[in-house]
């Protein structure tokens, strides 16, 4: 809220009440606001980057009297101006949803050191933060935050998604990285850098292909009797549907752009649909989800695990083992208590290049399997289970995360293979 005074944060950041801010500030949070609406985290979705941007825009213009439940309601949601807040809550929803994906924005690394836009609990105006030293002098947050993300402004240009490392850092990832040293048997490399070793060395880009909305209404589309969610989403038109993502996949693919952006890879982000054969055969490729991405379902089915449908089922089929179904998808999303999910990485006799495949039964499944594959924690169970040389065999595991509400846990490795 802004009528606290400016006070330091003990994290060498401090929270500027919003009239002091100076020109060359608020010219700064444009450029912050403008940085996280661009972000895959907001990029996907319409209702949070206009309730930010409206918000952000009024404190800014230092209009914080208008920014109120009913007003924002009527202004950005086009609700009627006598709208009852209490059964109709969309701003409410969106302000708690607005304020955790501005959580998990932060908590990349190299953003850290960015202006932070944040918002109390109950509140819908924003709180302004700037590194300690910004407070004085903007000049220096400029330089700072021009080192830290020298990439973005090619990423505009180019209109390919440029992502930052989405690595956990503190003393967990320490811990962690210590303990795959010596999994790794000497070898000097984390389970990560031998996962990822084969696609990082090519010399062509690597090609991710996600899912969009279209897809998984095409495919939702071929059960018969019709479900209500085909009915809801024939309504809308295919160009809305294909500018939409699910919030599971998105992550992933945030987890793994921002691998390959550490690692300066090159990459492009492509629709699934979009995506033909001979695209595949440019270079390695990453396959994000299961049910609603062809490729990952046909280049994938030849392996001793991989997705299938039996009548209204989803499950994760083992070859090896094929009466068995321990890794089936549960009674509903609401009620499932767990997702599972597919992580490979094979040199495809198809393509004859490398292919990476994170997918789940479900979006939560695609979620954790995204970010197990950038986590050496996660992938050293994988190890463990599976030894030999990572760097050149071919390797898949199966994986399984509890879902909470909304939202996936860690995933868990339960079997793997390489050869």
């Known amino acids: 809220m802004y009528e606290k005074k400016n006070g330091n944060h003990g994290d060498g950041s401090v929270a500027v009440a919003q009239p002091s801010l100076s020109s060359a500030q608020k010219d700064l949070m444009r450029e912050q606001l403008a940085r996280i609406l661009a972000s895959p985290l907001f990029s996907h979705s319409k209702r949070f980057p206009e309730f930010l941007r409206y918000t952000v825009n009024r404190a800014l213009d230092e209009d914080t009297e208008s920014v109120k439940e009913r007003t924002i309601g009527v202004e950005v949601f086009g609700r009627d101006a006598n709208y009852d807040t209490s059964v109709d809550p969309v701003v ?4 708690v949803e607005v304020r955790k994906r501005l959580a998990q924005y932060y908590q990349i690394p190299n953003h850290e050191r960015e202006p932070r836009i944040e918002f109390e609990r ?13 407070a004085t002098g ?14 973005r402004a090619a990423a505009t240009k180019t209109t390919r998604w440029t992502a930052n490392l989405w690595w956990i850092a503190g003393a967990c990832a320490i811990v962690i990285a210590a303990a795959c040293a010596l999994l790794m048997a000497g070898s000097g490399k984390g389970a990560v850098d031998l996962f990822w070793g084969p696609a990082v060395a090519s010399k062509s880009p690597v090609l991710i292909c996600i899912p969009d909305l279209e897809t998984i209404y095409e495919s939702a589309n071929t059960s018969e009797p019709q479900s209500e969610l085909v009915r809801e989403m024939a309504v809308l038109p295919v160009s809305f549907r294909k500018d939409k993502v699910s919030f599971g996949d998105s992550m992933a693919v945030s987890s793994v752009a921002g ?21 595949l055969r440019d270079g390695p490729v990453v396959l994000i989800g299961a049910f609603t991405n062809q490729w990952a379902l046909q280049l994938g089915s030849s392996l001793r695990w991989s997705f299938v449908t039996e009548g209204e089922q989803h499950l994760i089929k083992d070859a090896m083992n094929p009466s068995a179904q321990q890794w089936v998808e549960g009674p509903g999303i609401a009620a499932a208590p767990e ?12 393509t004859g290049r490398i292919v990476i495949t994170a997918a789940g039964i479900r979006h939560f499944g695609t979620q954790a399997a995204g970010e197990c594959i950038v986590d050496d924690g996660c992938l050293a169970q994988a190890e463990k289970l599976a030894p030999g040389d990572w760097n050149k065999a071919n390797i898949q595991m199966v994986i399984e995360t509890t879902v909470i509400g909304d939202n996936p846990g860690k995933a868990r490795v339960l079997a793997a293979r390489i050869w």
């Open 138 to 151: 903007v000049a220096t947050v400029a330089t700072e935050m021009a080192h830290a993300v020298p990439e």
């Open 92 to 95: 409410r929803m969106t302000a």
């Open 259 to 279: 691998l390959l952006g550490a690692k300066s890879k090159e990459f492009h982000v492509r629709h699934s649909e979009d995506v033909g054969l001979d695209d």
């Open 122 to 134: 109950g509140s819908y105006v924003p709180e302004f933060r700037f590194l300690e030293e910004a």
């Open 339 to 350: 997702d599972y999910g597919l992580i490979s990485r094979v040199l495809d006799p198809t």
